[in-house]
């Protein structure tokens, strides 16, 4: 069935530094999301893909769609203590409705 | 106020029970999910549902039932038959095609002793 891997799966950066984490699917997908979750808090939705080689800026964080939809990034730069959480990558395929989530990458900023 | 509500937050139930958690929206979302979210493994898909009166089942449905008679409404039943219930327990909603970001409330741990 259709797999998202998400890497790294910890990340830990100084203040000030930048960060990047990157989505695979197994298969082609229709679009990709990307969300935030605090600790302690739930996924919160951030952003949605849907062209190939698409990119989308808000702020600090660049979002890319790889040109075969099949992978996709997230770059926070210079990161702030309120950058900490987890994120996650979520895809949804060609046939639609399955939202499959990768395993998140977690985030910690050190002052 | 628009939104996705979960209860109870935190629940624990004795081995062997069933147990069913509830999920509400009231924002005329066609597609409710349920994830179940362990400790390193992300979210996992357990059940979907696109429209009343129909679901499919997830990657880790096994032990676990839904129904969906309304529109407002997606519970899930976590049976006796699931193995390893102690998890964090997600509902979503979003609106259908289009592919829209997803809401989530916020969600349910349940502890099974």
């Known amino acids: 069935g259709q797999q998202v891997m998400q890497i790294p799966q910890y990340q830990h950066v100084q203040e000030g530094e930048d960060f990047t984490t990157y989505c695979n699917s197994s298969?082609?997908?229709?679009?990709i999301q990307w969300y935030k979750q605090r600790p302690g808090g739930h996924p919160v939705f951030l952003i949605q893909l849907v062209k190939s080689g698409e990119v989308k800026k808000q702020k600090r964080l660049t979002f890319q769609f790889g040109e075969a939809k099949k992978n996709s990034s997230l770059h926070i730069t210079a990161t702030q203590t309120t950058d900490v959480g987890t994120y996650f990558c979520a895809g949804r395929n060609n046939q639609g409705g399955k939202l499959i989530f990768g395993q998140g990458t977690e985030l910690s900023v050190k002052p | 106020d628009g939104g996705i509500t979960q209860s109870p937050k935190y629940l624990f139930r004795k081995e062997g029970q069933n147990v069913t958690l509830s999920c509400e929206q009231n924002?005329?979302?066609?597609?409710m999910y349920w994830y179940r979210q362990d400790p390193g493994q992300g979210l996992r898909l357990i059940y979907y549902?696109?429209?009343?009166?129909?679901?499919q089942k997830g990657d880790i449905a096994e032990g676990y039932s839904v129904s969906r008679e309304k529109k407002e409404s997606f519970p899930l039943t976590v049976t006796s038959a699931q193995k390893n219930p102690t998890a964090f327990y997600l509902c979503?909603?979003?609106?259908?095609?289009?592919?829209?970001?997803?809401?989530f409330g916020q969600g349910t741990r349940l502890t099974v002793v």
């Open positions: 549902s696109q429209i009343v009166n129909d679901f």
């Open positions: 979503a909603s979003s609106l259908q095609g289009a592919g829209r970001g997803a809401f």
């Open positions: 298969t082609t997908l229709s679009n």
């Open positions: 924002l005329n979302h066609d597609a």
